[in-house]
């Protein structure tokens, strides 16, 4: 399937994987970009020297094309940055900021940019400075996220710029990506489905936890101080949203979350860990190798969108 996507990207599919703090580290992203779609890094918290070091990694392990996801709340993230343009990684996605500062730094380095956005204002500034495409992530999305739905999001910034658009948000399957193209989109990115993949290093805990995952198991923690964040219902949850109703400060909630992803991802705690996943996580049956995900994913698309359909 030939989109704008993977012709800027140079993949075989318009299907990238999200950069997944903690989870999107170099084996997940290589088994990605080996399967035909982008893998990506998730630099997340995660200091630059560490970065530099899997995007090496990523390199040792896969000649096929892989991004750069860099969250833009970490203090290091300026740091990040350069180590990007250093590294001529083909393609850096950003998230949870504005990456306009960086943008002339990585055009010179021959550096793709695709940000992710939640709003058609944000679309329509990456474009005028310069993104490449853009990533239109809806809150049914795991982790930190916008207000608007994928459904309303995804036609609306279609509609305001003239680059690509990726769907991101509530996309699993093959459905998922078939309806997300019916929506404008030349791209999807996934997320939550490749937690559980063999390739991801995420504890058995928390795969579990997703594939036991129903449609209405996730909660978004954070709302009342600005930064909402789509994550499954647990202990640390409970806690923390009778915390929060009750009008704890900012900073007596991050006491609760403090290191919970961590938690999660290595150790297994699937009580007092940040279980991020996104709504879709009650589709996600299984674990599967990226390949067979990606291969099952693209055969439903295209013969949903009639790629495949011969002349007679
Ligand atoms: O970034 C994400 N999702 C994330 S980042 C993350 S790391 C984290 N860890 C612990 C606690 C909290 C976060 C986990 N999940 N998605 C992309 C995304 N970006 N969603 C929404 C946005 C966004 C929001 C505001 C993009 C731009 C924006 O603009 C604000 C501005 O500066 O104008």
């Not at 010179?108 to 495409?133: Q, T």
């Not at 490749?194 to 909660?219: C, M, P, T």
């Not at 964040?229 to 704890?248: C, D, F, S």
């Amino acid at each position: 399937m030939k989109t704008r996507i993977t012709e800027l990207l140079e993949i075989e599919y318009p299907l990238i994987q999200g950069g997944m703090a903690w989870v999107a580290e170099y084996h997940l992203a290589s088994a990605v970009s080996e399967a035909g779609g982008l893998g990506i890094i998730g630099a997340g918290g995660a200091p630059a020297e560490f970065v530099r070091e899997q995007i090496r990694k990523t390199r040792a392990v896969t000649n096929k094309p892989f991004g750069l996801n860099i969250m833009l709340m970490n203090p290091e993230a300026d740091a990040i940055a350069k180590v990007a343009a250093e590294e001529g990684v083909k393609v850096v996605t950003t998230g949870a900021g504005n990456p306009g500062k960086y943008m002339k730094m990585w055009k010179e380095a021959g550096v793709r940019v695709i940000p992710v956005v939640a709003s058609v204002a944000m679309a329509r500034m990456m474009e005028r400075a310069g993104a490449d495409g853009v990533v239109a992530e809806g809150m049914e999305s795991g982790g930190h996220i916008g207000s608007a739905t994928t459904m309303t999001l995804v036609p609306q910034v279609a509609d305001a710029v003239e680059i690509p658009v990726i769907a991101a948000g509530g996309i699993a399957d093959g459905r998922g990506f078939a309806a997300a193209f019916m929506l404008g989109a030349e791209g999807v990115q996934i997320g939550t489905r490749f937690v559980v993949a063999k390739e991801s290093i995420v504890h058995d805990n928390y795969k579990k936890k997703i594939i036991a995952a129903r449609d209405i198991d996730s909660e978004v923690t954070g709302m009342s101080h600005g930064h909402p964040v789509r994550q499954l219902r647990n202990q640390m949850t409970r806690e923390y949203l009778k915390l929060e109703k009750a009008g704890a400060s900012f900073e007596e909630l991050e006491q609760l979350t403090l290191g919970a992803l961590r938690k999660a991802v290595v150790e297994g705690d699937a009580v007092n860990g940040t279980l991020m996943a996104g709504q879709i996580a009650g589709l996600v049956k299984e674990e599967q190798s990226c390949r067979e995900m990606v291969e099952e994913i693209m055969e439903q698309a295209e013969a949903l969108l009639g790629h495949n359909r011969r002349e007679v």
